[in-house]
């Protein structure tokens, strides 16, 4: 077989650059198939067919096959990988911050991917780029940003957005990094219950992680404003440069806020204090709380939307941190956690555009580039190919759901989470560990017969003679877990998670939480009480 019949073969695997009805149709019939052989996996349970443990050895084995193959063919075999896949958007699924894709945003993810644009010029996205600025004049809209001087690029993840803060900062405090290197002087900041994502950061950047200083957090998992203002004030006397502080609005464990306001208050004092020659960058990690930007203008007394009133207090309760965003010289936001897009939608919104500019190459490093178009991120980005998929899929969501929209679902599982913690409170073989955070994730454990579950969770986390309990219960509630999931892996429960390390106690010691996360906009009451129902026996069955 000559190459020509090869390729033949070839050209039939790719849409087609020219219409054609029939080949038209055949692509639309294999997309199809392959959604009709995944339909097919669906059953009652949280996962797609049965669980399967690869066997990854074997994997490393795997070779490139002499011939071709065919769309349907692969087809089945890429299907085939999905085999036991936790579907996130089931009732019975609450178990990480991933959230279940609207249609829309699906087809956004499919369109940029038929067309593959590459946002880092104008000239290879076209209007593609365009949404990528309407999706940063919407968000910046939303959190309260001038839209006239904020910008924002999409990025690789909520980690990228981090790492654009931070890189920024450095710029700020450190000029010319991009051409000297890092000082040795500069420090980065951030709560111990932030992500640990700045831990790689400082480290990729050459800031060191020995230069990350991490301020511990308070009960309700919001940074120590003391104790940072020590810090910063120790830091700037040793005649160190704040390359960031990063602030958290909404941790991946507990949904803890941190206090922007009083941050950005402390670090304007400090500058006039210590007459510093540029302004410590202040980032807001925002990947999570973000959305609850949407309810900065509801009405919480007249309730428009009927919700109950824990769910209103907590929305309340979250939105008084929330509504602070703006004050943050830039912000990270996921679209594809509280977004309700695929992965990866991640975009880093900065309050002014000029900030973009300390991290641009110039044109001569790039002599085949940008000789004409309005629009050239890949002029500063990290990333010298961005997809467009993550501000299509965004777009689509934000036309999708709209204010009432966002309202409606971020309220919904704000909801049935106060249902879970209203349930949990009701036993007293169950605390709820994170009842001062108002988001959408749970914190808890249980306790054997006996033990005084009122006054257990103060004890086990302020006075070290219960060390030893803390550490019983610990093994005693990874026990409970993996009850409750061997449960649900046979259809007769939830899916929940843990950690290994809610928070550590006065003493040092990590205290293991079950953890329930709430995002699909499928949960009801009945879902709640079946995580509670299957607790309750969990305990039952091991004590």
Partial sequence: MTYRNILEKIRLAFPQPVSDTIHDSYFVHSMMRALDQ???LKTHLPFLGSIIHGDFDAAKQTKLPDTMSSVEAVTKDLVSYLEGMTIFGHPRTQQNVIAPTTIPSLIGVLLTSLHNPNLAWDEFSRLVALAEVEVVAMTSQLIGYDTEQASGVFTFGGTGTTLYGVKIGLEKACPETMQ???????????????HY????????LGIGTNNLITIPTTPENEIDLKQLEEKLRNALTNGKRIACIIATLGTTDAFGLDNLKSIVDLRDTLVDEFELDYQPHIHADAVIGWAWSVFNDYDFEQNPLGFRPRTIRAIAGACRRIRHLSLADSVGIDFHKTGFAPYISS?????NQTDLDLLKRTPEQMPYLYHFGQYRPGMFTLETSRAGTGPLAALANLKLFGEEGLRAILGHIVEMTQLLREHL????????????????????????VGVDTFEIKRQEFEDVTYRDSLIVHNAYNREIFEYVNSEAMEGRGVFISTTDCYRK??????????KSFILSPFVDEEDVKTVVAKVLEAREAIS
């Fill in 38 to 40: 995944v339909d097919a």
């Fill in 180 to 194: 000297k290197g890092t000082s040795e002087d500069a420090v980065v900041f951030v709560s111990d219950t932030g």
């Fill in 197 to 204: 994502c700045a831990a790689n950061i400082t480290g990729w």
């Fill in 347 to 351: 975009l880093i919104l900065v309050k």
């Fill in 425 to 448: 409170e009701g036993h007293e073989g169950t605390t709820v560990l994170n009842r001062g955070n108002f988001g959408t994730v749970t914190l808890f454990r249980a306790y054997p």
């Fill in 505 to 514: 106690t006065a003493y040092g010691e990590p205290i293991v939480a079950l």
